[in-house]
Nanobody, 116 residues
């Protein structure tokens, strides 16, 4: 079992920055990828950024050039640096971890609100 705890959400003006952090605990050696999803009210949860244990990173087109994901495999943490925030970035952001053979864990979510 893996537990994920997010922090760093808040209210920020458009153009500002926030840094989200996620710490994994428990059976963390089974984790092969960690990432961030977000969900706005009435919207489907969407992938924002991910990082594999091998160092591969991927970003949604909407955040490329603005967000940076950083994973520390040894510490089992993953951060999301969000710059040049836009109102459309407003959502609940969820930390996600995937582990072998077929596990998928989620954090509780942290609210990010970007005002115009």
């Amino acid at each position: 079992q893996v537990q994920l705890v997010e922090s760093g959400g808040g209210l920020v003006q458009a153009g500002g920055s926030l840094r989200l952090s996620c710490a994994a605990s428990g059976s963390t050696r089974s984790i092969y990828a960690m990432g961030w999803y977000r969900q706005a009210p009435g919207k489907q949860r969407e992938a924002v950024a991910s990082a594999t244990s091998g160092g591969y990173t991927n970003y949604a087109d909407s955040v490329k050039g603005r967000f940076t994901i950083s994973r520390d495999n040894a510490k089992n943490t993953v951060d999301l640096q969000m710059n040049s925030l836009k109102p459309e970035d407003t959502a609940v952001y969820f930390c996600n971890a995937r582990g072998w053979p077929n596990y998928d864990w989620w954090g509780q979510g942290t609210q990010v609100t970007v005002s115009s």
